[in-house]
């Protein structure tokens, strides 16, 4: 949701700026824009409609001079993506430039207030709003650039990382964040800083970083030491972190596709993911978020699980699980609905929260509510420092490394296992599950890995079947129990990169409904493997064939009822039924990327998406 990066040091700072950009593309890509002011000490601004490569080219051949600058890439709220209301926004003095990731929610008031004051608006966005009252403020008041960007913040409602560069002032930028992820990357050896929305433009250039906090404006200067101050004016100490994180993983490699790279990584994010919670002789699990906050945990009267997009769907398989092993009433949310509706929270509650980014605004908004009300919150992240990371009690990182791709895979099936381990660790700490049956399920769940490597190697097999179906223009994805949120998963899949529309629903709600879609040109998968409702998936098969829909079906390996009936099918591993949905991704996903390049599209950035919901 709009990516932000600046540099000032002794580089030029062009080539930094556009690889970093490259880098947070996955954030928004329907406009970008740069800002530059040159050792002439002049302010120069590119802006252009379209992704970052467009950018570039409209810019060959123009002065790119300067070692310091901002700049931005965007996804559109307040006016369409074009080249007017492309990052970064002057101001009308000529002398400041801004870029901006989040919203100004009261941006209308603020703007008709310096309409009446004689100011000039250029865009339709809500982010020149920003830039045109820090302008009017600093001129009118005759302020410095830091004054007028706190008066400014202390009006704005709504959410914002912003970087300012003020063409009169080529030693200096000033940041600020409220809600949005700011983090600045320190080279101190070098005389240099970097910042951006995230650490994956930095890391190539310095691993200590410190993550801005909400309400705090830095002022990173070439001259003077790195200081941050609060809205309330108290001067904070920030605190540096180490990244730990390779280019390599933000690096397609030859694959063609982050996605591709991604779904393949799986069997070694999982295995990751596992390392250190289960022991090396498989039998034992300890999830140590929970064991630190064992009383908590062991006294809690509801679990309540807010997500959105594919990490609600990890949250549906995670209420499957903690009912099961635990025993402990689950419900899984929205968080965008849950926030607006009043929601009872029970300080004895435990909220978790699942996100992949740590960023979405409605997740983060759900936790400060929940909070509000007492209940002990957990989050399950994986880009580690992230603002739910950092606003939450305790947590478990799925440590799947940099997902960048927008349609979410390995961190899917890293939230699965962090909930499994959740799961497990807490069954075997309330005495819910016997010793027995948990060495039983490690053993199982030790050898996904292993399966999902056995799984890759049927991608030919899909491919295949992926060209039959690149003609449809709905699909239905069936599945039951656990297999639910898998069709939910694979449906989302589908419809994010390949724009085909795809429906997941539970196999036997088919009939209420669903039904009436299916005649010899719908293609219907279903989740049938072995599983305690097998029987009657098998007859939902039957329901389908009855009105000669076309049928995909995910089948456990030796399964031959399912076989003859379907049309087509993939075969999984044999696994224990807790622990399906994370071997059904995989066929799953690769099916909706095999598609979605039969059609052409834009894999790693499918059209209106971003990888990071900054927004509510
Ligand atoms: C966006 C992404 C999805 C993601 C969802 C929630 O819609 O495109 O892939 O599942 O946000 O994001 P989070 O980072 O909170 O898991």
């Known amino acids: 949701m709009c990516g932000i990066i600046g540099y000032i040091g002794n580089q030029e700072a062009y080539p930094i700026l556009i690889k970093g950009l490259h880098r947070l593309e996955y954030r928004g890509y329907d406009s970008a824009g740069v800002a530059l002011i040159n050792p002439n000490g002049q302010l120069n601004i590119y802006k252009n409609k379209g992704k970052v490569s467009q950018l570039e080219e409209s810019i060959e051949g123009k002065d790119v001079s300067g070692n310091i600058g901002i700049a931005h890439t965007r996804w559109a709220t307040h006016g369409e993506p074009n080249n007017v209301n492309a990052h970064p926004h002057y101001s009308n003095s000529g002398t400041l430039a801004l870029i901006h990731n989040g919203i100004i929610e009261n941006y209308a008031l603020l703007k008709s207030g310096l309409i009446e004051k004689g100011c000039t608006f250029h865009s339709d966005t809500d982010t020149e709003v920003l830039v045109q009252l820090i302008d009017y403020i600093k001129t009118s008041g005759n302020h410095s650039l830091f004054d007028a960007v706190q008066l400014a913040l202390n009006q704005v409602i709504g959410a914002y990382a912003i970087a300012i560069l003020d063409r009169d002032d080529p030693d200096r930028i000033i940041i ?183 960023e979405t605004a409605d997740t983060l908004a759900a936790i400060e509510l929940s909070k509000q009300k007492g209940a002990f919150i957990y989050g399950i992240c994986n880009v580690v420092g992230s603002s739910i990371a950092r606003a939450t009690d305790s947590g478990s990182y799925i440590h799947v490394g940099p997902e960048i791709g927008v349609a979410s895979t390995k961190a899917f099936t890293g939230q699965v296992t962090v909930l499994a381990m959740l799961a497990m660790t807490l069954a075997k700490e309330k005495g819910t599950i016997k010793p027995n049956e948990l060495t039983t399920m490690i053993k199982a769940f030790k050898k996904i890995p292993e399966q999902m490597e056995l799984l890759l190697s049927a991608n030919s097999q899909i491919q295949e079947t992926a060209k039959i179906f690149t003609y449809a223009r709905n699909f239905i994805y069936l599945g039951r129990g656990y297999s639910y949120p898998s069709a939910l998963e694979g449906a989302l899949k589908l419809k994010e990169i390949s724009y085909i529309h795809a429906e997941g629903y539970p196999a036997a709600e088919m009939k209420h409904g669903p039904i009436a879609l299916i005649d010899s040109e719908m293609p219907v998968i279903v989740i049938a493997t072995n599983t305690k409702l097998y029987e009657k998936v098998l007859n939902n098969i039957q329901e389908v064939k009855a009105r000669s829909g076309r049928v995909i079906a995910v089948v456990t390996e030796g399964d031959e009822d399912v076989r003859k009936l379907a049309d087509y099918y993939i075969a999984i591993p044999k696994t224990m039924e807790c622990f399906g949905p994370l071997l059904a991704a995989i066929p799953l996903q690769l099916l909706a990327y095999h598609i979605a390049v039969y059609k052409g599209k834009d894999v790693d950035q499918p059209r209106h998406l971003a990888k990071s919901v900054t927004v509510e």
Request: hydrophobic share 40%; glycine share 4%.
């Open 176 to 358: 600020a964040r409220k809600s949005s992820p700011l983090v600045i990357g320190i080279r101190e050896e070098e005389d240099e800083y970097f910042f951006a929305s995230d650490a994956s433009p930095i890391v190539e250039y310095t691993n200590s970083v410190i993550y801005l906090q909400d309400n705090e404006i830095a002022i990173i200067s070439r001259k003077e030491p790195l200081k941050v101050i609060d809205l309330k004016n108290v001067e904070k100490t920030p605190e540096v972190s180490r990244l730990e994180m390779s280019i390599s993983q933000l690096e397609r490699g030859d694959y063609p596709h982050f996605m591709l790279k991604e779904i393949f990584e799986q069997p070694k994010t999982i295995a990751d993911c596992m390392k250190g919670r289960i022991n090396t002789e498989g039998t034992n699990v300890v999830l140590s978020g929970i064991i630190d906050n064992k009383a908590r945990f062991l006294s809690a009267r509801r679990i309540i699980i807010v997500a959105c997009g594919t990490s609600w769907h990890s949250a549906l398989i995670g209420e499957h699980l903690i009912e099961n092993l635990c025993r402990i009433p689950v419900e899984v949310e929205y968080a965008s609905e849950f926030r607006y509706r009043d929601p009872i929270i029970y300080p004895d509650d435990i909220v978790i929260a699942i996100s992949q980014s740590g």
